[in-house]
């Protein structure tokens, strides 16, 4: 059976499930007036971000000798905010991201992502919006909302924003993590680890959770709270396991965006990790002014398989990587 | 010994791991969508048989371990050692009481077993998967009862014991699946 690589790992049924599901998730967004948008996959530019890795290809001109790089997208979010610096109001999409070096039970490095910006929401208003969403596709109670603060304390007694590298360190010692907290330097990097293998296990499993505030060093496209500089207002949804979706209160501060971008790029270069060209366009769109607006990628697969009660994401897409 | 990269991992790949040669079970790829991605590894210890889950960090490296598995003839033992011979070149290697562990009770002249070396020395003795072993001592069952009620316990040769159906008696050679340490049937003649 392994050597029947042509047929679908999803059975045709649950195609016919998972379009409708999609079918479902569009009509949310026409019912509210968003506008679904369709942008490339294929950029110039590309995520700066440490922890992501870009697929790179070649385009060539046939009015050209040199070939030119682009990349695939590993999220729309740098063209969606470009358009919404250009005035289109609250938009959506449905499309493919990609992103290099990932592959696993709950990855595949081709995948479906929904994206969407609320034109006058804050993260807050968008969290709700992302319940309701999660609600109607999985039937799913309303999701418990808390901070990353406050799970933190929950779960691991540890204060996330006060605790020194030292005391994060004694923590993910104590929880079988010695070997990599004897090494690590990035107090990120263990709280990342923290969060992943002991926080999300144990959160999300009757109701959906939602987790909001993210430390400020790990804010990403997110904005720094200005009633505490301590965190972003970037929230996190999990349920039963698995990492749903990730929004933002949009930073709107070109200068400081692309501050961040060149800080990305600066870690990269510690790390022996390629330089990626910062996206200009998006730096540029920012000067000319992003609306008050929050945005979110939601995992299509994940939300499937948590819709058909599957373990791995291999079962809901027709052609995962290996029969590609 | 090479080092192995977490991308190289996979089950089977033996390494080193406080001190002792391990088996990895088992390799998930964990990451948050905006941050540092992990294995975590599903890890047997082979000296101690112990399983348990270990996390690395994406791309970080460890020592591979000398460990190789090899098919033996089981031959005897002198109280202290067992003894196992390669049927091709006729090399013996004699494996202690720490590496035959409890699977001594499996151990069939001649049957050809699985010696695990590590930098040449046995640290686990695998019995083949079925052996034939003659019962020493059981209860008298009752005539005529051939279905499966639960049996009886049976000592065999080797002072195993199994649970055998009613009609098996003392004297007769019955065919074990040691993995679960279960009766299968009588020995083929």
Redo the contacts between chains.
């Keep these: 059976m392994s050597d029947m690589q042509w047929q679908p790992s999803t059975k045709i049924a649950a195609l016919k499930k998972r379009a409708l599901v999609i079918q479902r998730i569009r009509q949310f967004f026409i019912d509210r007036q968003v506008l679904e948008v369709d942008t490339p996959a294929l950029s110039h530019h590309a995520s700066t ?1 440490e ?1 992501l890795h870009s697929f790179q290809c070649a385009f060539q001109s046939p009015y050209a000798n040199d070939l030119v790089p682009l990349y695939l997208q590993t999220s729309p979010e740098f063209a969606m905010k470009r358009l919404l610096c250009a005035g289109s109001g609250s938009i959506f999409q449905i499309c493919k991201a990609f992103r290099n ?5 709950y ?1 595949n490095p081709e995948f479906t992502i929904l994206e969407w910006y609320q034109v006058g929401y804050d993260h807050f208003q968008l969290m709700a919006e992302v319940d309701e969403l999660v609600q109607q596709v999985l039937g799913s109670q309303p999701a418990e909302q808390v901070s990353y603060q406050e799970v933190f304390l929950r779960v691991l007694q540890i204060d996330p924003l006060e605790s020194c590298l030292e005391q994060i360190k004694q923590v993910a010692s104590e929880h ?2 010695a ?2 907290a004897r090494l ?1 330097t990035d107090k ?2 263990l709280l ?2 923290l ?3 002991v926080i999300e296990p144990v959160i999300g499993i009757q109701a959906p959770c939602l987790v909001y505030h993210f430390p400020a060093s ?1 804010a ?1 496209l997110a904005r720094i709270s200005p009633q505490d500089n301590r965190v972003a207002e970037r929230f ?1 949804l999990y349920y039963q396991g698995v ?1 749903l979706a ?1 929004g933002f209160h949009e930073l709107q501060d070109a200068n400081e965006q692309r501050q961040r971008f060149e800080a990305d790029n600066s870690k990269r270069q510690a790390k022996g990790l390629p330089i990626m060209p910062l996206d200009t366009n998006l730096i540029q769109a920012l000067q000319q002014g992003l609306p008050e607006c929050a945005g979110v ?1 939601l ?1 299509i697969d994940r939300l499937l398989m948590l819709a058909f009660e599957q373990d791995r994401i291999d079962h809901v897409m027709a052609f995962p990587q290996s029969r590609a | 010994m090479a080092n192995f990269s977490t991308n190289e991992f996979k089950s089977g790949l033996k390494i080193m791991l406080d001190g002792e040669p391990c088996n990895i079970l088992e390799n998930e790829f964990v990451k948050p969508g905006k941050g540092q991605a992990f294995s975590r590894v599903k890890i047997r210890k082979l000296i101690s048989g112990k399983v348990l889950e270990k996390t690395f960090k994406s791309g970080d490296s460890v020592e591979g371990a000398d460990v190789m598995d090899t098919d033996l003839a089981y031959l005897y033992t002198d109280g202290e050692f067992w003894h196992f011979m390669n049927n091709d070149t006729f090399e013996q290697i004699a494996a202690d009481e720490k590496a035959v562990g409890e699977n001594v009770k499996w151990l069939v002249e001649n049957d050809l077993c699985t010696i695990t070396l590590w930098n040449g020395a046995p640290i686990a003795v695998q019995p083949a998967n079925f052996v034939e072993l003659e019962v020493t001592e059981t209860d008298p069952g009752l005539k005529g009862d051939t279905a499966g009620t639960g049996g009886k316990p049976a000592t065999l040769s080797t002072g195993a014991v199994v649970r055998v159906p009613l009609f098996i008696q003392t004297g007769e050679i019955v065919r074990v699946d040691t993995r679960k340490a279960e009766y299968v049937g009588r020995a083929q003649k």
């Design positions: 971000d922890h070096e990932e592959a696993g039970r990855h079988g993590f070997d990599i690590e990120d990097i990342m680890l969060f992943s293998q790990q990403s996190e990492e990730n990628a995992g």
